[in-house]
């Protein structure tokens, strides 16, 4: 089932890392983009993911481009942009 889907090819085969990886992206880019606060809902996705510390949750953020883009251009609307 996972060839069929694309998951998985000779090469290259998911772990569940990748997946609680793709998780935590995601939530953090749809919470972005709803315009919630990201900062206040952190410590409950750590828990959720079993972090003893919410250092280990941010190492997501470094990982993918389009999340970083989003904060960027969140960072910009509240403080402004490059001077």
Known sequence: MTTATGLRTPTVRPRIHDLRHAFTVQTLLNWHRAGLD????MAMLSTYLGHVNISGTYWYLSAAPELMELVAARLDANIGGPR
């Open 38 to 41: 990201v900062g206040s809902r």
